[in-house]
């Protein structure tokens, strides 16, 4: 089902838009198209997550999905609270939490079942729990529905693309057997690990594939109330990993032998003895929702970028299960670049802005990728010596209070920093409670109807500026031109008004002084400067690489930085 495309809405009237694609159409064989500003390539959760906030930004955008029916199976089953912040500002977020399972941790067991250690992630300052076990295909469904009905996204079921050619002036799309073609200013590859976008676009894989097999089986109907804890289960004989759900749903996985056939271990008759009698007392055949074997891939695409195109999600990374990072990394690449590519549409965003895409998030994807491949180097060992030996270290350093801090509240998992890219560093203000290049907090804050939301509905969905404590104007007119939403945050106590809300809680005003302290919210939520006034201009100097709100020409990319057009089957 072909949806007409969609009109062009600007995400903020008051902001002059300085380019705007043309409605030039483009005869393509027996079709003919309209050209878009961005196609998605992929409606997985990373893919859709990408085209509803560019079409909220009032991008025009075209989703390509060979299926014609969400997802249906449970990949994915960890979600941290950065991506809940995202999924609450496509609206989605409550629904999925009312089937989910809330603040949860993880415990390693070694050899008896003994527990090594239990962890919990440090508490979340984003306004969500920190980590959620959730259901995949739930969320696939609510992102699908909310992409089927938004009015200003084309969304394209049972196309497949397979072939892509890009030039200085756009990408092409070829759908189908020479059928029909799209085109647009960029493309967006987010059709997983076997990405055609990212074979079309030249992008090599780096890394390695482990040798172990793991067998995933997904239950229903478990029968018993299980503490909110994903399990990694390191007995040196077959290991497994068991993660609860909600509504009586149960993962299982456990690490398969050599000599072990992957077709023959996943018939209803071996999956039975798997589960039956250790971990449940009986097993109905409806009460498996899947059994399949997958092997852990670690590998990072070389870049995410190739001129017009680039990569999101598994297309661009691929990473083993263990630390429940590979969706939450995608829903980041996603968040990431999708404000960028809106800026660039609008006509400020340079080509240092959309470079930074990979500079932001390829470091942290792998990293991610080093940290999952870590944590199933030590659930996966089957050595005896090797067992008892992970098993007394493990013992050792947990003695040691800062190791044991740092490994109880997860810190190994370490959230992104983005101050080599879009950021100014701070210089003569200090503000602990606000870090450049980490992420805003989201506190409880009161408005002057006497309501009290999480910060984000106040911050609109493009940049922002707040100003923590006293009330004051930040001088500069590049705020107002690249369409900032000002807000004063004031400490608890204070009068709420038209534009100015308190802080209920003193998370962002604690420490503020009598002058005012300026900071630079990106779309995405991540702080890009504090300062204070007389550090405006060198704040605004310096963005101006990134977002330029001076009229100009768009500059055109080099060419030397696009690849030969291929055309992939």
């Known amino acids: 089902m072909a949806v007409q495309p969609s009109r062009v809405l600007d995400a903020d009237p008051g902001r002059r838009l300085r380019h705007r694609l043309h409605d030039r159409p483009t005869a393509r064989g027996d079709v003919v198209t309209a050209r878009r500003d961005v196609l998605v390539v992929g409606a997985g959760p990373v893919g859709l997550v990408a085209a509803l906030l560019l079409a909220d930004a009032g991008v025009r955008t075209t989703l390509v999905e060979k299926e014609t029916e969400p997802g249906d199976l449970p990949r994915g089953i960890s979600l941290q609270d950065e991506s809940f912040r995202t999924l609450e500002q496509l609206g989605v977020a409550d629904a999925l939490k009312e089937e989910s399972l809330l603040d949860t941790g993880s415990r390693y067991f070694g ?18 729990p920190a980590k959620t076990q959730f259901d995949q295909p739930i969320l696939e469904r609510l992102l699908w529905e909310r992409a089927a009905a938004h009015e200003r996204l084309e969304f394209l ?36 690990g076997r990405s055609f976008v990212r074979r079309a676009a030249g992008i090599e894989l ?11 089986v997904d239950l229903h109907n478990e029968p018993r109330e299980r503490a909110p804890f994903a399990e990694f289960h390191g007995d040196g004989k077959r290991p497994y990993v068991l993660v609860p759900g909600a509504r009586g749903r149960l993962r299982i996985e456990f690490m398969l032998f050599d000599d072990e056939d992957a077709e023959e271990m996943t018939t209803p008759e071996r999956i039975h003895e798997l589960v039956v009698p250790r971990f449940r007392a009986e097993l109905a055949p409806d009460d498996v929702r899947r059994a399949a074997v997958y092997v852990a891939h670690q590998r990072v695409a070389r870049r995410y970028r190739a001129g017009r195109i680039f990569l999101v999600g598994d297309a661009a990374h691929l990473m083993p299960p263990f630390a429940g990072q590979g969706l939450n990394a995608g829903l980041r690449d996603a968040t990431n670049l999708a404000w960028k590519l809106a800026e660039a549409i609008g006509g400020g965003g340079t080509e240092r802005l959309l470079d930074s895409y990979e500079l932001e998030r390829r470091a942290h994807g792998a990293a991610m990728v080093r940290v999952s491949r870590r944590i199933g180097g030590v659930v996966m060992t089957t050595d005896p010596v090797l067992t008892r030996l992970r098993d007394a270290v493990v013992r050792t350093v947990s003695l040691v209070p800062r190791v044991r801090e740092f490994l109880a509240n997860m ?42 939301r999480g910060l984000d509905a106040h911050l609109g969905r493009g940049w922002a500026l707040l100003q923590i404590g006293a009330p004051a104007l930040a001088a500069d007119a590049y705020w107002d031109a690249i369409g900032a939403k000002r807000l004063c945050i004031l400490p608890p106590g204070s009068e709420p008004s038209d534009g100015v809300v308190t802080d209920t809680t003193a998370v962002l005003t604690a420490g503020a002084g009598t002058r005012p302290v300026f900071v630079a919210v ?12 007389d550090g405006e201009h060198r704040v605004v100097e310096h963005l101006r690489a990134f977002i330029d709100d001076r009229p100009h020409l768009v500059p055109e ?9 291929r055309n992939t089957r």
């Open 111 to 128: 050899l008896g079942d003994r527990l090594l250690l239990e962890a919990r992630p440090v508490a979340s300052r984003l306004g969500h």
């Open 157 to 192: 079921r049972g196309a497949e693309a397979t072939a892509i050619r890009q030039d200085r002036d756009g990408v092409t799309v070829t759908i189908g057997e020479q059928t029909r073609t799209l085109t647009a200013d960029w493309l967006i590859g987010a059709d997983g």
């Open 206 to 216: 780096a890394g390695t594939t482990q040798p172990q097999r793991w067998i995933v």
């Open 411 to 452: 810190r190994f998992i370490a959230p992104p920093d983005y101050t080599a890219g879009v950021s100014v560093a701070a210089r003569g203000v200090t503000f602990g409670t606000v870090t450049v290049g980490r992420a805003l907090s989201q506190p409880v804050v009161r408005d002057a109807t006497g309501a009290e």
């Open 522 to 533: 990106r779309p995405d939520r991540y702080v890009a400067a504090v300062f204070d006034a």
């Open 557 to 565: 990319i080099p060419y030397s930085r696009l690849p030969l057009n």
